[in-house]
Structures are given as C-alpha cells and as structure tokens.
C-alpha cells in the first residue's frame, strides 16, 4: 500500500530548522545546568547561575536609545520628503479632480500620466527607504546585542558566576537575574 503522506514544501521547511534550533538551545542550555549543578556536588549551594533578559536590556539600554536617535537623524529629512511628496500628489490629485471637466481631454490625460508618474517615483522611493531602513536597523541592534554579550560575560566573569542564561532559560526567579547589573554596566560603557 503507497505511503499517502506529503512531504512538507520549501517554506515549511525553511521555518522549522529555527524552532528546532531554539529548541535545542533551550535543551541545552537546562542540560548545562543540570549537569553543572549534578557535577557540583555539594558545592552546588556555592554556585552562582545568573540570568539575562536580553528584549529588556535592549529596551532600556542606553545605547538602544543612541541607536535610534542615530537612525532618526540620518532617515528622518528622507521620510520628511517622501512625505511632503505624498502632500504635493494628494493636492496635485485633488486639484485635478476639481478641474477636470474645465480641461481639454489631453490636458488631463498628460495631467493624469504626470501624477501616475510621480506615484510610481514615491512607491520606488519609499520601497528604498524602507530597505535602508531595515538594513540600518539590523546593523544597529547587531552591534547592541554584541554588546549586550560582552557587558554579560563581562560581569559574569567580575562577580564569578558559574553559568549565565539568557532568553533559552526555561524559568528564571529573580534571585538569579543579573539584567539590572548588565544595564548598569552597559550605561558605564557608554
């Protein structure tokens, strides 16, 4: 008897090695731990595990703050056009709406074309914009995240802590979360 089952198509296939792959991170990150905790022994009541909740000190970081205004300076007067654009096509776009039937049929007909020409410009200008946008953006939270890990092993290493989880952690009280302690030290490394 043939075997009915489809196989999964591209896209299904392309989402599933992420959910695999966090899951695995989280797998390994509780193995981690309890094998750090098993193997300590008796020593486990001296051992010092720390967590991070990254979204969180990305939100409150001050470099994340830096990061946009960076962005905001340098996209902000291409979005002031483009927009001031889409304010000149509105107009453009009314005035002939109102003044179309005192028009000669190719006077509005070139009219016409010239707004669909300057429509196309500001899609392709605002499809640009929003790529360099992106583009931008994922640099700048590249760079953060960098060193988000850096100030964490960082202050891992300055108060001797065992093992440090961050967001692959299953449960994380508060006694154990160093987030604060890694804001602080990223505002010190401003």
């Known amino acids: 008897m043939p075997n009915n089952r489809r196989l999964p198509t591209r896209p299904q296939l392309r989402n599933k090695p992420r959910a695999a792959m966090r899951a695995l991170q989280r797998l390994l990150g509780v193995l981690a731990l309890g ?11 001296q051992l010092k595990v720390g967590f991070v909740n990254v979204p969180k000190v990305l939100d409150n970081a001050p470099q994340a703050k830096a990061a946009d205004q960076r962005l905001e300076k340098e996209f902000g007067p291409r979005d002031s056009e483009i927009l001031s654009m889409k304010r000149d096509l509105r107009k453009e776009s009314d005035k002939l709406a109102k003044n179309a039937a005192i028009m000669s049929n190719t006077e509005r007909q070139n009219k016409q074309s010239q707004l669909r020409q300057l429509q196309r ?10 790529e360099d946008v992106r583009i931008a953006r994922s640099r700048e939270l590249s760079k953060l995240q960098r060193k988000v890990v850096e100030g964490s092993q ?3 290493k300055a108060e001797t ?5 961050s967001d692959g952690g299953n449960f994380a009280g508060s006694k154990g979360d160093i987030t604060e302690k890694v804001i602080c030290r990223l505002k010190n490394a401003k």
């Open 35 to 45: 094998l750090t905790l098993g193997a300590a022994g008796p020593a486990a009541a």
């Open 121 to 130: 410009e500001i899609r392709r200008m605002e499809d640009e914009f929003n």
């Open 154 to 156: 960082t202050l891992a």
């Open 161 to 165: 802590f065992a093992l440090t989880i």
